[in-house]
C-alpha cells in the first residue's frame, strides 16, 4: 500500500555507515511514496538534518566515531527536531540498548533484520502522530491567543490588560523604570450609538482600535480594550515625556479619522478624551492607585471640554483627588 498524498511530502533521513543498507531501506522507502536523503555517519546526519528538517530520522544505532545513540542525543538539541520522531534501526535488541534508545530520545526502534511489514507502519504512525501533535499544539497556542483578545476589536482584552500591566508593574518595580499608563475614552458614544445604532457604533470601535495598534508600535507596548467604548495603553519603559507623545498622538490620529459625529458636543467628527500617569513602582505602591490615578486623568479631561488629554499629577491620599 503506498502512502497517502501527505505522506508523499513527507522526507526521510537514513543514517547508515553500510551503503548496502541505506539502499535497500531507500528503495523501499521510495515505493512507499516518500521523499529520502541520506547520511553515511552521525555528524554527517547532524549537518544535513540543520539543512534539511527532515519530517522522520531513520538512525542506525552501531556506527563508527558517533553512533546513533549519541547522534540522537545530539539532534534533540535543535528547536527543528521537536516534530521530528528519531527511529533507532538496531541489530541489538538486549533490554540495555532498547532502554539506551528511548533514553536519549528515540520515539521507537525496528530490529535488523528488518521486517519490512513492521518498518512501513512505524513510520508511518511516527510521521501521522508528529504532525498530529505540531497541529494540536498550534491550536492549543491559537486558543490561547483567542481568550485574550476582546472579539469586536481584535486588540488585548480586559484580561490581558490585567495580566500584563501586573507583569509589567513587577518588572518595572524590579529594574527601577518608569511605567506609562494611558486610559482614552470615545467621546460621546452613547449619543453615537443612538444616532447611527450599534452596527455602526461597532464599526467606529473598531477604527479606533486599529489606529492605535498602528500607532503603538514597540513589541513590548500593549493596547487593550478596557471596556465598553474606553482603551487601555501600557507602556513600559516610558517617562512621562513620552507618553505625552503618544497621547497627543492618540488624540490627534482619532481627529484625523474624521469618522463623522454630528451629535457630538465638541466636534462634527468623533473624538477621543485621554488620561495618563507614570510613575516607576516602589515597594509600598499601589498597582491600583495607578489605574485610579489614569482614570482621574480621564475624568479631567472630560471635565475640561474633552477632545484632549490629561497627565494626573499625583495627589496626596489624605487629599480629595477626584
Known amino acids: 500500500m503506498k502512502a497517502d498524498a501527505q505522506e508523499s511530502q513527507s522526507l526521510v533521513l537514513i543514517v547508515d555507515d553500510e551503503p548496502f543498507m541505506r539502499l535497500i531501506l531507500r528503495h523501499f522507502l521510495e ?42 542525543s545530539q539532534l534533540q538539541n535543535f528547536d527543528c527536531s521537536k516534530y521530528t520522531p528519531i527511529l533507532i534501526v538496531t541489530g541489538l535488541e538486549d533490554q ?39 497541529k494540536l499544539e498550534a491550536a492549543n497556542v491559537e486558543l490561547q491567543r483567542l481568550a485574550t483578545i476582546d472579539g469586536l476589536t481584535q486588540v488585548a ?3 490581558r490588560f490585567e495580566e500584563y500591566f ?7 518595580k524590579r529594574d527601577k523604570r518608569p511605567l506609562s499608563l494611558i486610559l482614552c ?21 473598531q477604527k479606533i482600535a486599529k489606529t492605535l495598534k498602528y500607532i503603538i508600535k514597540r513589541p513590548g507596548d500593549l493596547v487593550a480594550r478596557y471596556g465598553g467604548e474606553e482603551f487601555a495603553v501600557i507602556l513600559p519603559n516610558t517617562n512621562a515625556e513620552g507618553a ?18 454630528k451629535n ?9 478624551s485621554a488620561g495618563f500617569t507614570t510613575e516607576i513602582p516602589q515597594p509600598d505602591s499601589d498597582i491600583e492607585e495607578m ?26 491620599k489624605s487629599k480629595n483627588s477626584s
Not at 166 to 172: H, I, L
Not at 185 to 205: A, P, Q, S
Open 96 to 134: 540495555v540498548s532498547v532502554d539506551r534508545a528511548f533514553a536519549v530520545g528515540a520515539m521507537d526502534y525496528v530490529t535488523k533484520p528488518i521486517h519490512w511489514a513492521v518498518l512501513r507502519q512505524r513510520v508511518k504512525r511516527l510521521i501521522e502522530q508528529s504532525q498530529l501533535q505540531k
Open 264 to 272: 457630538s458636543q465638541v466636534s462634527p467628527h468623533v473624538t477621543l
Open 291 to 316: 489605574i485610579s490615578a489614569a482614570d482621574r486623568a480621564l475624568y479631567q479631561a472630560k471635565a475640561a471640554g474633552r477632545d484632549r488629554f490629561v497627565q494626573n499629577i499625583q495627589l496626596p
Open 31 to 72: 515505493r512507499e511514496g516518500y521523499q529520502i536523503a541520506e547520511a553515511q555517519n552521525g555528524i554527517e546526519a547532524i549537518k544535513v538534518f540543520k539543512q534539511l528538517h527532515p519530517h522522520i530520522v531513520l538512525l542506525d544505532a552501531i556506527m563508527p566515531d558517533m553512533d546513533g545513540f549519541e547522534c540522537c
Open 244 to 261: 505625552t507623545h503618544v497621547a497627543e498622538k492618540i488624540c490627534h490620529a482619532a481627529r484625523t479619522l474624521a469618522i463623522p459625529h
Open 185 to 205: 475614552d470615545v467621546d460621546f458614544f452613547k449619543l453615537y450609538n443612538d444616532t447611527y445604532g450599534h452596527r455602526v457604533g461597532d464599526r467606529c470601535l
Open 166 to 172: 501586573n507583569q509589567e508593574w513587577q518588572r518595572m
Open 157 to 159: 482584552n480586559r484580561r
